[in-house]
């Protein structure tokens, strides 16, 4: 019989961990504590490093019909509108990382991931169900349902996201905890709005302690509209979809450009709707047992949330399932070994990329002289810095 793999949590980062598994081979269970999957009404960027392990999935041809393309990032000034610097994507990310840079509605990337797990016999999905505890006796796990139910299994992986209950059996380190800034994000579909504000790439608005985010999704059907702002968190951080109060994100808009502004002030007039979500991280990973201990291991923002400035948080969660598929697939070494493998092949990048993520909403939001010298930086070097071979090209390469 297959070696059997747990995994706690049907998101994105669970889905791509359960494809990955299976085609290790590999039997799997997943449990989801929804009672039905889905992911929320927002937009996802996707780096061609993470879009070289849907390829090699076989997943070139569903991503390609959900997603759009941007032409290129644009990094401009939140206050003047003024255009700092400019990288083109498309065909040259192609070119350069052999994969292309995409922009996704997060339901859809949900949705072609359960697709073709669906095709897959060796895998069963639950919803309902929460995982509570785990304990391993022998050579297996045994993991608790809420409910009571025991269910046992070669492996866990607890793809439990930001609040994971398998890290806090694991690691025991406590919560993670409120950055100091709120996520207000809207999607309005492009065909309602004036040409003007319609967009084909991404643009980056950089203000003082605030930033925006405007691309394309759904084959480009859809704008994802994300600005971040600093705040007071609301009482219950581990919801992501409070309804937000735009009188609010108007305020923390003043002296902003007319280009911002418009494009904010469209996502009303297309009746659309801002959510708000309170952004929480923990510090960087600091070592393979961080996310790898006898036969548990963990994946996605249950291993490593970071803040989203490098639009990476779902790109680690898909670099880790295909790393967890090559040592899964080693089926000559024990098992915790396997798992400790793939914790050395992925703890330092995951590092890099929280910490770089943190470092970017610093620069993002810079006041001051801090500011100048970013707008300075930006503009003369700009592609040299907007490009990142590290991020983008092979992890291997590190
Ligand atoms: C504003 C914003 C913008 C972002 N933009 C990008 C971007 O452009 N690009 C990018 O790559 N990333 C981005 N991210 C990050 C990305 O959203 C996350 O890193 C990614 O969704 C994490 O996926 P995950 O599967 O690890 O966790 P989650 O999506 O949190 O999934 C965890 C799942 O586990 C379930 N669960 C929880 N506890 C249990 C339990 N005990 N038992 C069973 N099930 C359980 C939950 O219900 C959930 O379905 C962004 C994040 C934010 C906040």
Redesign the pocket.
Known sequence: MNEQLLI?????????AALAATQAGWGVRL????TA???VG??????PN?VRCLQAWGLQKPFQAVAAFPERLQVRSALSGQLLAELPLGARAIARYGAAYG?VH?ADLHALLREALMQLPALQLHTG????RFAEAGDVVQVR??RGREIEGDALIG????????RNQLLGDGRPSYCGHL?Y?ALVPQGGLPKRLRTSQVTAWLGPKLHA?QYPVRRGELQNL?V?VHGEAPDDLQN?DHSANVADLQSALTGTCSALQDAVGAVAHSRGHWRL?P?CDRPPVAGPADMARGQVAL?????H????YL????????EDAFELQRSLAMHDLEIPLRLRRYALNRWERNARVQARSARNGRIFHATGAMRWGRDAALRTLGPRLLDLPWLYGDSKDL
């Open positions: 706690a949590g049907g998101g994105i980062g669970g889905f791509a449990y989801e504590r929804a999957f889905s992911e927002a937009g996802i960027q996707l780096g993470s922009t997060r169900v929460t995982i509570d349902t809420a793809a439990d996201g930001l609040w994971s209950t398998v996520a994000r985010v994300v971040i992501w979500w952004l994946l996605g923002d249950a291993a949330p970071m803040r989203p639009a990476q948080g779902a790109g680690m969660a898909i």
